[in-house]
């Protein structure tokens, strides 16, 4: 079966110190998004993509959050300076568009900032 | 905006009964998709029903099946004959069609099978 990669699975990290996450998703899927889990809010859309153009961030802290999809095949965000707070699951999905047939997700990467 | 509601944080059900789990939506438009997603501890995202809103026959897949109530905004979710590894988060979420095209999902149901 296809499936979304991402890495790394687990990340542990000082305050302060900058994060990437990668996403590769299935190929053809013309839609990726960033989500991200946490206890208190759920998951939460941070950005999404289609055809590599972002489409919509709103759901990012700009100051510290970017994304990027330097090419069909790479998703990234990026967190700098990372904080506590930051500590969630984060979820790469991709899709579609129009297709309406649920988007697919990577196992996401575990972030714990300490 | 449209909101997903699931009003049980936890659910349990004996090996090989039925539980139903309960998602209510709110939204104004007509045309929509609706999905539930079940996450076990491995922490994956895995697709086990979709629903389009047009459609009035409920749609099953195996041993999960939904009751979609379009008037009433209801989308609940049926799960028959449970089995161990049916024990997981359970997430519903609504689609549009229109603009982004993303998932908005609820809080999130987990349940609990006991054996």
């Known amino acids: 079966d296809a499936r979304v990669t991402q890495t790394p699975r687990h990340k542990v990290t000082e305050m302060g110190q900058e994060v990437t996450m990668r996403c590769q998703p299935i190929?053809?899927?013309?839609?990726v998004f960033w989500y991200r889990q946490t206890m208190m809010q759920g998951l939460e859309l941070l950005a999404y993509?289609?055809?590599?153009?972002?489409?919509?961030d709103s759901g990012m802290p700009k100051d510290r959050f970017s994304a990027e999809m330097p090419d069909a095949t790479l998703a990234t965000l990026k967190i700098q300076p990372s904080e506590p707070r930051d500590s969630a699951v984060y979820f790469c999905?991709?899709?579609?568009?129009?297709?309406?047939?649920?988007?697919?997700f990577g196992s996401g990467t575990r972030l714990t900032v300490v | 905006a449209q909101t997903v509601t699931q009003s049980q944080p936890e659910m349990s059900v004996q090996e090989a009964e039925t539980v139903t789990l309960s998602c209510t939506y709110d939204?104004?438009?007509?045309?929509?998709?609706l999905f539930w997603y079940k996450q076990p501890p491995s922490r994956q995202m895995i697709l086990v029903i979709r629903?389009?809103?047009?459609?009035?026959q409920n749609a099953t897949e195996n041993r999960f099946s939904v009751n979609f109530q379009k008037a009433a905004k209801s989308f609940s979710l049926k799960i028959s004959d449970s089995q161990l590894g049916d024990a997981a988060m359970y997430f519903c979420?609504?689609?549009?069609?229109?603009?982004?095209?993303?998932?908005?999902f609820g809080q999130g149901t987990r349940l609990t099978i006991n054996p």
């Open positions: 999905a991709s899709g579609l568009a129009g297709a309406f047939a649920g988007y697919t």
């Open positions: 190929l053809g899927h013309n839609t």
């Open positions: 993509f289609r055809n590599r153009a972002p489409l919509d």
């Open positions: 939204t104004s438009e007509s045309d929509y998709y």
């Open positions: 629903q389009e809103a047009y459609k009035q």
């Open positions: 979420a609504y689609l549009t069609p229109q603009g982004a095209q993303k998932l908005v």
